[in-house]
């Protein structure tokens, strides 16, 4: 089973209106509400691939309980720490005239006595989990020493941990050695602390990231597909070239295909191949981390895997 953590969800509101402007009242023609959160967009793309899949993090209030319900729709387990609040929502009005903004909340704050008591149900439950991913940024009162403690009890356990942060965040983590890291160029730039473009600069990150003791150090590059140190080996992983409607949450739904593909017992490489053609495959969908299984199989054909 796959477990994912969400410690900051989010009720995702988006306003379908036509010329916003403030000081104004709208009557939006529509409007779509969703449970939003990285690892929450893991969860669904690994469940629709066919995996077993459960949910934690913090919630709290109506909005939390909503969160669950839509999981619970979907067939995924959830075992969430409540909080006290309300868990955020994040609202996004997007105009007909193309442009689109967003407001989004900071989420209820997390105290010491509830991530204990997450921590301590995480150890207990983390035995019927094959492989553990944490996403996104962290709810207030929570720092990244969250992420460490979630790494050091799954590797105590025996259990991979695929650790999807940026900032400082990532960079705390990556002194706890999770099995994987994935930043996307941007987020390798501002880990690096200089500009990552060249190829010559992902392959030094990526021996840097690998002697730090990351085993499997991957970098999506969007379009461009992903660069991994596999087996001693530089390998650029080029993605099917395709017509893009959304390329939000290809990077969540590249962590649940390489979620898959290791729980599945394959090859690292493979995985990761996996884990393009899910990439590959969120960028068909309007939804954020939606793919099908259909699109995935068909773009596992089509990646490549090339030594540098
Ligand atoms: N335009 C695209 N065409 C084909 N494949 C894509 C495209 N964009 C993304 N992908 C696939 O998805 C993978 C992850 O994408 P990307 O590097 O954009 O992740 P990300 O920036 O972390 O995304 P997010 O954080 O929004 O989930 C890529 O390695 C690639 O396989
Ligand atoms: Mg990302």
């Given at each position: 089973m796959i477990l994912t953590i969400t410690a900051n969800p989010t009720v995702d509101r988006v306003y379908f209106v036509d010329n916003f402007q403030m000081g104004e009242v709208h009557r939006p023609e529509r409007m779509v509400c969703s449970a939003g959160g990285k690892g929450l967009n893991v969860a669904r793309v690994a469940h629709i691939m066919g995996e077993h899949t459960a949910a934690m993090g913090f919630v709290g209030g109506f909005n939390g309980e909503y969160i669950k319900s839509e999981l619970h729709k979907l067939g995924i387990e959830t075992d969430f720490t409540r909080v006290d609040g309300e868990t955020r929502v994040c609202v996004n009005i997007s105009d007909k005239n193309g442009l689109s903004g967003e407001i989004l909340e900071k989420g209820p704050e997390v105290t010491l006595a509830q991530i204990e008591e997450f921590l301590k149900d995480f150890e207990n439950h983390v035995?019927?989990?094959d492989i553990i991913c944490a996403s996104g940024s962290l709810p207030q009162g929570v720092d990244s020493s969250f992420y460490c403690e979630i790494i050091r009890i799954s590797k105590a356990h025996g259990k991979r941990v695929i650790v999807d942060a940026s900032g400082t965040v990532l960079e705390d983590v990556i002194e706890a050695k999770p099995f994987m890291i994935k930043p996307n160029r941007y987020e390798l730039s501002l880990l690096m602390k200089?500009?990552?473009?060249a190829i010559e600069d992902v392959k030094n990150a990526l021996i840097f990231l690998y002697e730090k003791g990351i085993e499997l150090p991957l970098i999506t590059l969007g379009k461009d597909g992903a660069m991994a140190y596999i087996d001693g080996e530089f390998c650029k992983f080029n993605s099917p070239n395709v017509k893009v409607k959304?390329?939000?949450?290809s990077g969540d739904s590249t962590v649940a295909g390489i979620a898959t593909g290791l729980r599945r017992g394959m090859s690292i490489t493979d995985s990761v191949k996996l884990g393009m053609a899910a990439g590959t495959a969120n960028?068909?969908?309007?939804?954020?981390?939606m793919v099908s299984e259909e699109l995935v199989e068909k773009y596992y054909k089509e990646v490549t895997v090339e030594k540098l």
């Amino acid at each position: 089973m796959i477990l994912t953590i969400t410690a900051n969800p989010t009720v995702d509101r988006v306003y379908f209106v036509d010329n916003f402007q403030m000081g104004e009242v709208h009557r939006p023609e529509r409007m779509v509400c969703s449970a939003g959160g990285k690892g929450l967009n893991v969860a669904r793309v690994a469940h629709i691939m066919g995996e077993h899949t459960a949910a934690m993090g913090f919630v709290g209030g109506f909005n939390g309980e909503y969160i669950k319900s839509e999981l619970h729709k979907l067939g995924i387990e959830t075992d969430f720490t409540r909080v006290d609040g309300e868990t955020r929502v994040c609202v996004n009005i997007s105009d007909k005239n193309g442009l689109s903004g967003e407001i989004l909340e900071k989420g209820p704050e997390v105290t010491l006595a509830q991530i204990e008591e997450f921590l301590k149900d995480f150890e207990n439950h983390v035995d019927n989990y094959d492989i553990i991913c944490a996403s996104g940024s962290l709810p207030q009162g929570v720092d990244s020493s969250f992420y460490c403690e979630i790494i050091r009890i799954s590797k105590a356990h025996g259990k991979r941990v695929i650790v999807d942060a940026s900032g400082t965040v990532l960079e705390d983590v990556i002194e706890a050695k999770p099995f994987m890291i994935k930043p996307n160029r941007y987020e390798l730039s501002l880990l690096m602390k200089k500009e990552v473009e060249a190829i010559e600069d992902v392959k030094n990150a990526l021996i840097f990231l690998y002697e730090k003791g990351i085993e499997l150090p991957l970098i999506t590059l969007g379009k461009d597909g992903a660069m991994a140190y596999i087996d001693g080996e530089f390998c650029k992983f080029n993605s099917p070239n395709v017509k893009v409607k959304n390329t939000v949450g290809s990077g969540d739904s590249t962590v649940a295909g390489i979620a898959t593909g290791l729980r599945r017992g394959m090859s690292i490489t493979d995985s990761v191949k996996l884990g393009m053609a899910a990439g590959t495959a969120n960028t068909q969908f309007e939804g954020t981390g939606m793919v099908s299984e259909e699109l995935v199989e068909k773009y596992y054909k089509e990646v490549t895997v090339e030594k540098l």
